[in-house]
């Protein structure tokens, strides 16, 4: 059974930080293509980062610059470290495995405050 387990979220003021992790179980990591994606209030979900088995990486305009994916294929965690953190930013952050099927975790809120 696939499991993805957001943690890290919070509240914090404007120009912050905060680190999440996803945690996956029940899939081969390494192979799979892991994002991180956010849904505002009264928005859809919208991509956020990508991070390939290669560790290629792919920013939202919105994030570049102030947010970093990596990953770590030996504890099957993906990071997603928020920097400069704005109001806009606020919304609840998921986790998704993509390979030959797409799973997603439950999320974690970030609210960022001016």
């Known amino acids: 059974q696939v499991q993805l387990v957001e943690s890290g979220g919070g509240l914090v003021q404007a120009g912050g930080s905060l680190r999440l992790s996803c945690a996956a179980s029940?899939?081969?990591?390494?192979?799979?293509?892991m994002g991180w994606y956010r849904q505002a209030p009264g928005k859809q979900r919208e991509l956020v980062a990508t991070?390939?088995?290669?560790?290629?990486?792919n920013y939202a305009d919105s994030v570049k610059g102030r947010f970093t994916i990596s990953r770590d294929n030996a504890k099957n965690t993906v990071y997603l470290q928020m920097n400069t953190l704005k109001p806009e930013d606020t919304a609840v952050y998921y986790c998704?495995?993509?390979?030959?099927?797409?799973?997603w975790g439950k999320g974690t809120l970030v609210t960022v405050s001016s």
């Open positions: 998704n495995a993509q390979r030959l099927e797409s799973y």
């Open positions: 029940g899939i081969i990591f390494r192979l799979n293509v």
């Open positions: 991070i390939t088995s290669g560790s290629s990486t």
